[in-house]
């Protein structure tokens, strides 16, 4: 589970024009019929092939929890690519997007200015760019920390230097002990 990548997924969430399938019947034909068959559903879902079939009958209705949160998973993974990719795109190019978190943040820097971590709380609109290399990063498969390192990054130039009117000889922002992270398109 990825802190920074479950917030990308779900500020690109927000951008759905229709609901997901709420409920257990409804989610499994739409995976059915997504990849294909009940065969590769059920060896994605590690269950069996004739679970599938009954779910997709309506023959059981309600799944145990841990898969219940998989088949959730799963069908948010997939819902609507192409309205996921045009809010990806939008993002990355033209827009932006905002991250509202509170976290440790401190940073490097000459002898004698006060570079002690703190605990912030911040809502940073950051530019396009960032934007572009935060999803990049997630699709490539980039773990936590890489993105972690991209959104320090961001915050250095936009928060910590201003655009480089100011801090112009920060070395390097430490982005750690994240409580709470959220990102808005």
Do not use: C, N
Not at 38 to 54: D, H, N, P, W, Y
Not at 77 to 102: C, E, F, L, Y
Not at 134 to 161: H, M, N, P, S, T
Request: aromatic residues 6%; proline residues 5%.
């Amino acid at each position: 589970m990825s802190l920074i990548g479950d917030g990308l997924d779900a500020a690109v969430q927000k951008a759905f024009t229709r609901p997901a399938p709420k409920h257990a019947g409804p989610r499994m034909r739409y995976l059915v019929k997504q990849l294909g068959g009940t065969k590769a559903v059920a060896q994605m879902l590690r269950i069996s092939q004739r679970t599938v079939e009954r779910y997709v009958k309506d023959q059981i209705k309600k799944p145990r929890p841990e898969l219940a949160a998989r088949l959730e998973r799963e069908v948010k993974k997939r819902w609507q690519p192409q309205i996921r990719a045009k809010a990806r795109a939008k993002a990355a190019s033209t827009d932006g997007i905002v991250i509202d978190t509170r976290a440790r943040m401190g940073y490097t820097a000459p002898i004698g200015s006060t570079d002690q971590d703190r605990i912030r709380h911040l809502t940073v609109a950051l530019p396009p760019q960032y934007a572009a290399r935060l999803f990049e990063a997630q699709e490539a498969g980039a773990g936590d920390a890489r993105l972690q390192q991209i959104a320090a990054e961001a915050l250095k130039e936009v928060y910590f230097q201003d655009g480089g009117r100011r801090a112009g000889s920060l070395d390097e922002v430490r982005f750690t002990d994240i409580e709470h992270l959220e990102f808005d398109l």
